[in-house]
């Protein structure tokens, strides 16, 4: 049986986090790496829990950054909602501000 290919979709929140990352070369790890999200996300990264329950995490550039996404199966698609730097504690982390773009109602 072919394996089914997803969709990757990026919300205008996880573009513009993407477009400020400063370094091109990390811009484009990232960028590739969500785009392997195409195969088999639900095999990637590992799903969140609490507030951010539904989603997923995975790990680009080493440990640092982090690629938040949801998967639509019944659409064949992957949502990358936000990417960003993993600094517990900072309020610039990329899973508090994913809680807070939750919270606005800006995550579905």
């Avoid at 290919?5 to 573009?15: F, G, I, K, L, N």
């Avoid at 590992?46 to 938040?68: C, H, M, N």
């Amino acid at each position: 049986m072919a394996e089914v290919a997803y969709v990757v979709r990026w919300t205008e929140t996880a573009v513009e986090r993407l477009e400020a990352i400063s370094d091109a070369r990390v811009r484009r790890i990232v960028y590739d790496r969500a785009g392997a999200l195409a195969r088999d996300p639900e095999r990637q990264g590992k799903a969140l829990l609490g507030e951010l329950d539904g989603f997923r995490s995975i790990r680009a550039v080493g440990q640092r950054y982090r690629i938040i996404y949801r998967v639509q199966r019944q659409e064949i698609v992957v949502i990358v909602v936000t990417v960003g730097l993993r600094k517990e504690g900072d309020k610039r982390d990329v899973y508090a501000l994913a809680r807070k773009l939750l919270k606005q109602g800006l995550l579905k």
